[in-house]
C-alpha cells in the first residue's frame, strides 16, 4: 500500500485548509479510510472517518468544523479543515480503519494563534 497525504501548511487561527490522500496498492473502495494526526508529544490519533458507504465519524474534538469526504473513482480521501485553533496543530496521516502497518509521510498543519 502506498499513501500520499498532501494540503497542509501554515494556517491562521480561524483559517481552512483541505488535506487530500490518494492510496494505491488496495481496493480502495471497499476500505473504511481514516484521517490521523500526531501532535507534538502526542500520540496519534484518529480524527475523522468515512466507511466505505460513505457514513463518516468525528472525533469530538474535531466534530462541526471538519469534514471528511472521499472519491472512490480517484482513490482519495479528503479532509476539509474549517475554523482551524491552533491545538489542530499536528502532522496529519491518512489510512484505513484500522490503520494499515505502513504510513506515509503525512501532511504538516500549523495553525498560528
Known amino acids: 500500500v502506498q499513501l500520499v497525504e498532501s494540503g497542509g501548511g501554515l494556517v491562521q487561527a480561524g483559517g481552512s485548509l483541505r488535506l487530500s490522500c490518494t492510496a494505491t496498492g488496495i481496493r480502495f473502495s471497499i476500505n473504511p479510510m481514516g484521517w490521523y494526526r500526531q501532535g507534538p508529544g502526542k500520540d496519534r490519533e484518529l480524527v475523522a472517518g468515512i466507511s466505505s458507504g460513505g457514513g463518516p465519524y468525528y472525533a469530538r474534538s474535531v466534530e462541526d468544523r471538519f469534514i471528511i469526504s472521499r472519491d472512490n473513482a480517484k482513490n482519495t480521501v479528503y479532509l476539509q479543515m474549517n475554523s482551524l485553533s491552533p491545538e489542530d496543530t499536528a502532522m496529519y496521516y491518512c489510512?484505513?480503519?484500522?490503520?494499515?502497518?505502513?504510513w506515509g509521510h503525512g501532511t504538516q498543519v500549523t495553525v498560528s494563534s
Open positions: 489510512s484505513a480503519i484500522p490503520p494499515f502497518d505502513s
